[in-house]
């Protein structure tokens, strides 16, 4: 019989708002081989309240492996990261955690009134500001051992300063092309030539 408690999950909790970071929430994708997943990055500020997910990673790992916390596996992985640790845009003070769902299970998406968002590719992105709701649960495979948060749902709180959207407008690189108004000088007005070194 297949032991159960390496699937048991804890009940699901919403998250305190974050900073989106890499959300993959249109198409599931695979990483080094992996099974294909969505995901998001979760930032925090390291001076905001994260109680309720460390919890909830304490009970996970409590539900796996027992509540001695000394019999728990040796340089087990939690899923709270540094982020002064990444070069990223956004990361420095804060912590990071990254949440994921199985393909065969999207998570749904709602902005701040609870209506369903039609885009998640465009709305959701790297920046924004949400929240999620997650369970956690503990995994032991290939000698890989510890605890991760599963993603659900997330809603849009509010939007935020894009992360890398430092290009100018296509407006402001090319302007006006002389006659446009016209319609003249649009388009390819050179003679056509025969040979190419002209």
Known sequence: MAD?????STQ?????EFRLSFPNLVTPQSFEGGRP???ITMLFPKD???SALKDLAREAATKRWGTDQDEWPKGMRLPFRDGDEKSYAGYEDCTYVRASANEDRKPGTVDAA???????GVDLYGGCYARAYVNAFA????GNRGVAFGLIHVQKLRDGDAFGASAAPASEVFGTVPGAESGEGVGNTAEPQNDIFG
């Open 37 to 39: 997943t969505f995901s």
């Open 4 to 8: 159960q408690k390496k699937t048991t």
């Open 114 to 120: 609870g209506q369903p968002i039609i885009n998640p």
């Open 139 to 142: 995994y032991d495979k290939a």
């Open 48 to 50: 905001a309240d994260i």
């Open 12 to 16: 699901p909790i919403v998250t305190p």
